[in-house]
Nanobody
Framework: QVQLVESGGGLAQPGGSLRLSCAVS????????VGWYRQAPGKQRELVAN???????NYADSVKGRFTISRDNAGNTVALQMNTLKPEDTAIYYC?????????WGPGTQVTVSS
């Protein structure tokens, strides 16, 4: 059983920054890809960003140029640097790890962008 635990959420002002981190109990290079989804109230969960085993990154159009996903070489942490935050970035952010069709999820961390 893979365990993922997010940290770093909280309250930020519009234009501000937050950095999310996800600790994974298994080496992330064992997975096809790892990344972040988010779910805002009343909306479906959506992909924010991911990075595959080869290091290729993928971003939602709404966060391109503002968010950056990274991983550590030790293979246990995935981070999401979020800059120029907007109120519409408010959501619960979930870390995930995927092997083929199997997804493992963290419990989520709340991000609120408000003045």
């Amino acid at each position: 059983q893979v365990q993922l635990v997010e940290s770093g959420g909280g309250l930020a002002q519009p234009g501000g920054s937050l950095r999310l981190s996800c600790a994974v109990s298994r080496n992330i290079f064992d997975f096809n890809d790892v990344g972040w989804y988010r779910q805002a109230p009343g909306k479906q969960r959506e992909l924010v960003a991911n990075i595959n085993v080869g290091g290729v990154t993928n971003y939602a159009d709404s966060v391109k140029g503002r968010f950056t996903i990274s991983r550590d070489n030790a293979g246990n942490t995935v981070a999401l640097q979020m800059n120029t935050l907007k109120p519409e970035d408010t959501a619960i952010y979930y870390c995930y790890a995927r092997i083929l069709r199997r997804y493992d999820w963290g419990p989520g961390t709340q991000v609120t962008v408000s003045s």
